[in-house]
T-cell receptor, first 112, second 112 residues
Framework: SQQGEEDPQALSIQEGENATMNCSYKTSINNLQWYRQNSGRGLVHLILIRSNEREKHSGRLRVTLDTSKKSSSLLITASRAADTASYFCATVFNQAGTALIFGKGTTLSVSS | DGGITQSPKYLFRKEGQNVTLSCEQNLNHDAMYWYRQDPGQGLRLIYYSQIVNDFQKGDIAEGYSVSREKKESFPLTVTSAQKNPTAFYLC???????????FGPGTRLTVL
């Protein structure tokens, strides 16, 4: 079972442009997390947004959460070639919140 | 340095053989996780453990086994019962509920 589904599956932009990725989930959540994965590597945590938060910023990252629509978006501003990676949203596997499950991810390609 | 290590980085197995993937963490995290990732896909949860000597099945536990004899270690055995074991395996740990997960660099398993 995959709780989160990212959209689009793939995104290609030029350096300097903004990149927006969306995540939809199915059940109620305590928080939603975004991770990044460079090709062939482990995942790195980017940002966590709690269910009572609507927006959160971290450097060039901006995450929004709409619990009424069960959706979240990740915005990367002024993209760089180094932002090329796959991005995943993650929510809890069960009500106990003891494990995360991930969507299939959005593959972002930033060309210079 | 604190972190999660996985070994080996690459592993080749003949059909019918069991293999064990190592995961060690020195972050003093209680919870540990194993995920499987297939090309172009998201992560699927195999097993997770909240405390020593206890673990639970994830979405795709069939053909896999784990143990948690020490807090620092959570090895995964891919048995011959796993029909299609070729994949990228990721181990993760977490301090507690609703927190971020830290990932290891992964092990790429190929069945010859």
């Amino acid at each position: 079972s995959q709780q989160g589904e990212e959209d689009p599956q793939a995104l290609s932009i030029q350096e300097g442009e903004n990149a927006t990725m969306n995540c939809s989930y199915k059940t109620s959540i305590n928080n939603l997390q975004w991770y990044r994965q460079n090709s062939g590597r482990g995942l790195v945590h980017l940002i966590l947004i709690r269910s009572n938060e609507r927006e959160k910023h971290s450097g060039r990252l901006r995450v929004t959460l709409d619990t009424s629509k069960k959706s979240s978006s990740l915005l990367i501003t002024a993209s760089r070639a180094a932002d090329t990676a796959s991005y995943f949203c993650a929510t809890v596997f069960n009500q106990a919140g003891t494990a995360l499950i991930f969507g299939k991810g959005t593959t972002l390609s930033v060309s210079s | 340095d604190g972190g999660i290590t996985q070994s080996p980085k690459y592993l080749f197995r003949k059909e019918g053989q069991n293999v064990t993937l190592s995961c060690e963490q020195n972050l003093n995290h209680d919870a540990m996780y194993w995920y499987r990732q297939d090309p172009g896909q998201g992560l699927r949860l195999i097993y997770y453990s909240q405390i020593v000597n206890d673990f639970q099945k994830g979405d795709i536990a069939e053909g896999y086994s784990v143990s948690r004899e020490k807090k620092e270690s959570f090895p995964l055995t891919v048995t011959s019962a796993q029909k299609n074991p070729t994949a990228f395996y990721l181990c993760a740990s977490r301090l507690g509920r609703h927190n971020e997960q830290f990932f290891g660099p992964g092990t790429r398993l190929t069945v010859l």
